[in-house]
């Protein structure tokens, strides 16, 4: 019944900017952690950023830090990743995803801690 559904994706030279979505149906969306991963081809599944129920904690991977930023807006269950100064190695697969359990104290970069995933949106970054 839960659903996530990314938007946003595209074609963008390097340097550019791109803003994804992700709406989230089937439960309440300001009582869970939202985090975004992506996956290159034949690559594994990466952690891209993570932002907790009540946005106090944030965390990005080190490849995006400074370029990437998430945010959530509760009253209308979305949550966002904006990405700026991209890379040809951002390309890849974006995906959102919400973890199993609502109210967390802590967050976390493993995938295994998300019950719910997206289809993916994806980006590509041009030299």
């Known amino acids: 019944q839960v659903q996530l559904v990314e938007s946003g994706g595209g074609l963008v030279q390097a340097g550019g900017s791109l803003r994804l979505s992700c709406v989230v149906s089937g439960r309440t969306f300001s009582e869970y952690t939202m985090g975004w991963f992506r996956q290159a081809p034949g690559k594994e599944r990466e952690f891209v950023a993570v932002i907790s129920w009540n946005r106090i904690s944030i965390y990005y991977a080190d490849s995006v830090k400074g370029r990437f930023t998430i945010s959530r807006d509760n009253a209308k269950n979305t949550v966002f990743l904006q990405m700026n100064s991209l890379k040809p190695e951002d390309t890849a697969l974006y995906y959102c995803?919400?973890?199993?359990?609502?109210?967390?104290?802590?967050?976390?970069?493993?995938?295994?801690?998300?019950?719910?995933w997206g289809q993916g949106t994806q980006v590509t970054v041009s030299s």
């Open positions: 995803a919400t973890t199993r359990t609502m109210y967390s104290s802590t967050i976390s970069t493993s995938t295994s801690t998300y019950a719910y």
